[in-house]
């Protein structure tokens, strides 16, 4: 322990019969894994352990085949073939000292049960979460014995996997919430009415468990307390309280949060500081003698040990930020807390789960990709020759090959056209709510500058001469994108009918932006609503259309969609829907509307089109075509402009792969033959 001011964080804490080594609590989070790839959960989960945090759950874990949510990745504890692909998991952990929780789970009406056609299941019978067609019908009593008996028959499967922790799962809209809130419980049986017979069916999962494990793992409870629903939910300050009063001592430790939708729980760094939950929690630990778990994407040293110090949380709970940086725990241990790299709240992490893809993060490129690929998040190849390598451009591309390479031990030159670095992330991190996007270039900036192997040239703005000139043995452009201009996105393939004299804005392109602003997204991420947002904030009459029919529609896989539109409906912003740009002219232009046979004409000051991007890349071309140039190479947008996570991702992908013989191999995982 290097560190003696956050001691604090690495006291042992007891939960029930077992004891996590310290307060570092990677709480439950999906990986888009589940139960097809248990090998490269495996590796995830021991890559967690190995980074110091004392206890590593599971993500989501069904209890049973009537709640299947296929075919996005969750682990199951059906069968025995599912304790033995679980134990793995378990061993990768155990081998580093750390607990392991298993979030056992029953969603109840958020399954459709696609793969197992099972009936789905529901408190009181109601539509399916995930827009049927279809019901969840309403549970009897003889559904509420078996549905303990599952829950019971999985908590000894997971004992027997080697679990330390098991859960009762009852938060993030699933079954037994569901039957805890007065939003979904309209049951007149001792399972529903008063509180007291609404927390029944939670504290019968309780004495199932804890009776299961005999007395060998700590049972946890992971409550909501709040839904966000305001009176016609749990609140925080109003029936969680007495919630918790009535199963004070029940579990042995309290893992809460603020849900209702997981949305709210994960929140994006757009719409909630770190530590957003503390005044939601905070009441949970004067109300039991029990360790209390909580999150809030803690990324601060000092604001972790605020959170123990003030009586909030005994132990401090991470998805993200232990995806950002498995290994966070044991920078703090080891004095190195400024090498921590933190997560920027952007939840592209959350996107992983909700198109059922592996989990990637924007901020760590490895994360994954420690079984497929081999790549450990601090381990990297030594060089494997003597070659100068030259990267030109400072983005998030060129700046994480830069710091990849240099980790090999290469000599690395990076150039950089402007004074600072950080290519699209100096534009990206002003618009509102997104300062926190600049981690991505602070934190390999504050790497680069301790490595006596890389030269970093600002405001030198390269030229191909230049590159020859410069002697490199390899160089590697990675000078970014630009946006269109023509029209062409997502909803549009062919260029709009632009006139010659309508002047049309792009992202930029944005200074002295005249009259009222017509935002027109046909990229649908987070550029058009964020603009708009930006502009509306500076004065500005702003309109904002979309080919899509929600606002900002890819923001829904980062959890973020509804909040994004109604930010921009309370800030009066005119917003239009399943619009596609035909034309443009002075002042004026022409939209297919989905819903009506007639066209759409609408006036502005300015439009700003925010379509799609091309690669810059004249530099790679006038490099790649003369053949006495070095070796050339490009990444990042300026190969296939994408999310910032891509571009980190193609920067980091290079470095390893590069001067290595070896054949490049994605492992996948395979169904018995
Ligand atoms: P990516 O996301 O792929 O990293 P960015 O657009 O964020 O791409 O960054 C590209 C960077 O390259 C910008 O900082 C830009 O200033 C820089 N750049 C572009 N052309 C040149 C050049 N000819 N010489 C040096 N730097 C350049
Ligand atoms: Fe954080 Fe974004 Fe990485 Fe998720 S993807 S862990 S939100 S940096």
């Given at each position: 322990m290097n560190q003696p001011r956050y001691q604090k964080l690495f006291e042992p804490v007891r939960i029930g019969p077992v004891t996590a080594p310290n307060r570092f609590y990677q709480t439950p989070h999906a990986t888009g894994m589940g139960w097809r790839m248990p090998k490269a959960s495996a590796a995830l989960r021991g890559i967690k352990a190995e980074g110091g945090w004392g206890v590593v759950s599971t993500e989501y874990c069904s209890?049973?085949?009537?709640?299947d949510d296929f075919p996005f990745a969750y682990l199951s504890l059906w069968d025995e073939d599912d304790v033995r692909a679980l134990a793995v998991t378990a061993d990768a952990v155990h081998e580093h000292g750390s607990l392991l929780a298993v979030e056992l789970w029953h969603g109840g009406f958020h399954c459709n049960n696609r793969l197992s056609r099972d009936a789905a299941v529901s408190p009181s019978g109601q539509g399916l979460h995930l827009l049927g067609p279809g019901s969840a019908r309403a549970m009897d009593k003889a559904d509420i014995r078996a549905l303990l008996g599952w829950q019971a028959e999985a908590a000894t499967r997971a004992r027997r996997a080697g679990a330390d922790i098991v859960y009762v799962y009852a938060g993030h809209d699933y079954l037994p919430l569901q039957f805890l809130s007065p939003r979904t419980n309209r049951r007149s049986d001792a399972y529903g009415g008063s509180l007291a017979n609404r927390t029944r069916l939670v504290r019968e999962m309780i004495e199932v468990t804890r009776e299961a494990v005999q007395g060998t793992c700590a049972v946890a409870l992971r409550m909501s307390?709040?839904?966000?629903?305001?009176?016609?939910g749990i609140t925080h300050d109003g029936e969680a309280r007495e919630i918790v009063e009535l199963?004070?001592?029940?579990?042995?430790l309290w893992d809460v949060n603020v849900s209702g939708a997981l949305g709210n729980d994960s929140k994006s760094a757009r719409f909630s500081p770190e530590a957003f939950q503390e005044s939601y929690v905070r009441f949970v630990k004067g109300l039991t003698s029990k360790p209390v778990v909580g999150v809030g994407r803690f990324t601060s040293p000092e604001t972790m040990l605020a959170q123990i110090r003030n009586g909030t949380l005994d132990l401090i709970g991470a998805a993200r930020p232990s995806i950002a940086d498995p290994f966070l725990p044991a920078k703090i241990r080891d004095g190195r807390e400024d090498e921590i790299r933190e997560?920027?709240?952007?939840n592209i992490c959350r996107s992983a789960n909700n198109e059922a893809v592996p989990l990637r993060c924007t901020q760590n490129p490895t994360i994954g990709e420690e079984w497929r690929r081999g790549w450990h998040p601090l381990r990297i190849p030594a060089r494997a020759s003597d070659k100068r390598i030259l990267i030109v451009g400072a983005g998030p591309a060129g700046l994480e090959a830069a710091l990849a390479l240099g980790q090999r031990g290469y000599e690395v030159a990076l150039a950089e056209r402007g004074r600072e670095l950080g290519g699209r992330l100096l534009h990206d991190s002003a618009?509102?709510?997104?300062?926190?996007?600049?981690r991505v270039r602070d934190h390999r900036q504050h790497l680069l500058e301790k490595l006596s192997n890389v030269s970093i040239y600002r405001e030198s703005a390269l030229a191909a001469p230049d590159i020859r000139d410069f002697g490199a043995d390899q160089v590697v452009i990675a000078t970014g994108s630009r946006w269109r201009r023509d029209g062409i996105g997502t909803a549009r393939e062919q260029p709009a009918?632009?006139?010659?004299d309508a002047v049309t804005r792009t992202p930029d392109d944005l200074d002295n932006l005249q009259g009222p602003v017509l935002i027109y997204d046909d990229e649908n991420y987070y550029m058009g609503g964020a603009l708009a947002e930006q502009l509306r904030r500076e004065g500005h009459d702003v309109t904002y259309v979309t080919s899509q029919p929600a606002v900002s529609a890819w923001t829904q896989m980062t959890d973020e969609q509804g909040f994004v539109q109604q930010r921009l409906l309370d800030l009066g912003i005119r917003l239009f829907v399943s619009h596609i740009l035909q034309a443009v002219a002075k002042g004026r232009a022409t939209f297919g509307y989905a819903l009506s046979a007639s066209p759409v004409t609408m006036t502005f000051g300015s439009i700003v089109l925010v379509t799609g991007r091309l690669p810059v890349d004249d530099l790679y071309r006038e490099l790649a075509q003369n053949e006495a140039a070095p070796a050339v190479a490009r990444i990042g947008d300026c190969f296939s402009p994408g999310p910032v996570a891509d571009a980190v991702y193609a920067g980091h992908r290079f470095a390893r792969e590069f001067d290595s013989s070896a054949a490049v191999v994605l492992r996948r995982e395979r169904p018995d033959p």
């Open positions: 209890i049973h085949p009537s709640s307390v709040d839904e966000l629903h305001g009176p016609a199963l004070a001592e029940l579990p042995d997560c920027i709240g952007c618009l509102p709510g997104l300062s926190t996007w600049i009918l632009i006139d010659a």
